[in-house]
């Protein structure tokens, strides 16, 4: 058995390796593209499903190596593993890059401003900015025009 086989046999034979090798890949990622990237990209992939807050938690537990919660899209969509959900996410954000960057540029500009400014609010406010945003999302068009944080909670005209 050649070197190259004997290592691949250790990846199908070891999950515990394949998670390892898969988080590494998307750690890099978040590293190469940033971390606001990587919070765009699961809002705008999840249509708004994920907020600021929610996506901003699963990409720093991903970089701490920590637990990656499932959520309702997670299981329906992604057969649970969390690993997949960020993989889609991630490649459908590279994706779009090629056709829409401006639109891209926009959203991880919007990600960049709108985190420090829902850490100032208290929980009950963020909760219904966050809420309101991510039920907006999908007709808001966010990310395709110059939206500004400081419009967080008003109504998208």
């Not at 058995?1 to 978040?30: G, H, Q």
């Not at 940033?34 to 990409?59: E, K």
């Not at 959520?71 to 960020?86: I, K, Q, S, V």
């Amino acid at each position: 058995m050649s070197l190259k086989a004997m290592s691949n046999a250790k990846l199908i034979l070891n999950p515990d390796l394949i998670e390892k090798t898969r988080r590494a890949a998307l750690a890099k990622i978040v590293h190469e593209k940033g971390r606001d990237w990587a919070i765009a990209a699961m809002i705008d992939s999840s249509v708004g499903y994920h907020s600021v807050t929610s996506a901003a938690n699963t990409i720093d537990q991903l970089l701490k190596d920590g637990r990656l919660w499932a959520c309702e899209r997670t299981f329906a969509c992604y057969h649970g593993d969390p690993l997949a959900e960020l993989e889609s996410d991630f490649a459908y954000l590279a994706r779009k890059e090629s056709y829409a960057a401006n639109a891209v540029k926009d959203l991880v500009e919007f990600v960049r401003q709108a985190e420090p400014q829902l850490a100032k609010l208290g929980p009950t406010q963020r909760w219904e900015v966050e809420t309101t945003n991510s039920m907006l999302y999908p007709t808001s068009h966010f990310g395709l025009t110059r939206s500004k944080p400081s419009n967080l909670g008003e109504r998208v005209k």
